[in-house]
């Protein structure tokens, strides 16, 4: 006989091995889903490091880019300042070259170029100098005299004159006349006087000229004429005459009348 079912009871159909295997699908679901929560964070943590060192690797890249740019630049700069420094160094070379090239030529041009000047006897000269003195002393005290007597007889003044005489014998030469004034010369040629200064007489084509008539006449002489201050000025016409191999002698002039050169006029036409 069948039992009686109990009032208010109920009867589950659910084994208790099924709850136990959905309590354990359950729990290992939920390990998976945090095991794959897990792995997604350290994946995308990797993601961002990586974007992030990517950054600092371009901008690092960006940088050595423009220190190379700038390392490149500064050669670049370095060589256009050795080429300039060289060309310097190059151009200061050949100056030096053409200096050094100057200098030789000067210094031979200097080697030909004789300093020795015309010699001069310097005892002969003074005691010429000395004889001169005395001649002009003496003439001096003439022209005191005559100026005296003149001055007595209330004579009217006349152009003075110095009349050249010759010394010595006087003969045997052709005269040709050179005043030697301070600071000039005066040539008398035909009746002429042609003035030239002591600074020209080596260039002057009248003393030249007048050199070469001397010298080439067969008794000719240059006669030069010494006033008072024209001593100096003897010695340079002198040294020029002996340089050109000219005969010379002098007469002493007193006094700063005209010169009168009758006597040789008169002498040279009656020759």
């Known amino acids: 006989m069948p039992k009686r079912q109990v009032e208010g009871e109920d009867i589950s159909l659910f084994p208790f091995l099924s709850v136990l295997a959905c309590v354990i699908g359950t729990l290992a679901m939920v390990i998976a889903t945090i095991a794959i929560q897990s792995l997604d964070n350290d994946?995308?943590?990797?993601?961002?490091?990586?974007?992030?060192?990517?950054?600092?690797?371009?901008?690092?890249?960006?940088?050595?880019?423009?220190?190379?740019?700038?390392?490149?630049?500064?050669?670049?700069?370095?060589?256009?300042?050795?080429?300039?420094?060289?060309?310097?160094?190059?151009?200061?070379?050949?100056?030096?070259?053409?200096?050094?090239?100057?200098?030789?030529?000067?210094?031979a041009k200097l080697q030909n170029i004789s300093i020795e000047g015309p010699k001069v006897n310097v005892a002969a000269l003074t005691e010429e100098v000395g004889t001169m003195e005395e001649e002009l002393k003496s003439r001096r005290e003439k022209i005191a005299q005559l100026t005296k007597i003149i001055a007595e007889r209330k004579l009217p003044p006349k152009e003075a004159e110095n009349s050249i005489l010759p010394g010595g014998s006087g003969v045997g030469f052709k005269p040709s006349f050179i005043e030697c004034d301070d600071g000039r010369v005066v040539i008398h040629e035909g009746g002429k006087t042609i003035p030239v200064r002591t600074a020209e007489l080596n260039t002057n084509p009248d003393?030249?000229?007048?050199?070469?008539?001397v010298k080439g006449q067969k008794d000719g002489t240059l006669v030069f004429l010494i006033r008072d201050d024209g001593l100096s000025t003897y010695n340079t016409a002198r040294n020029y005459a002996n340089a050109k191999g000219v005969k010379n002698g002098k007469l002493p002039v007193i006094g700063d009348g005209r010169v009168d050169l009758s006597y040789f006029t008169k002498q040279a036409n009656n020759s």
């Open 207 to 213: 003393f030249a000229k007048m050199l070469d008539k």
């Open 43 to 107: 994946a995308v943590d990797a993601a961002m490091e990586y974007q992030k060192k990517e950054k600092e690797l371009q901008a690092e890249t960006a940088s050595l880019e423009q220190l190379r740019d700038q390392l490149k630049k500064r050669e670049e700069q370095i060589k256009r300042e050795n080429s300039s420094e060289q060309k310097k160094l190059e151009d200061a070379k050949k100056k030096l070259a053409e200096l050094l090239a100057k200098l030789e030529e000067t210094q």
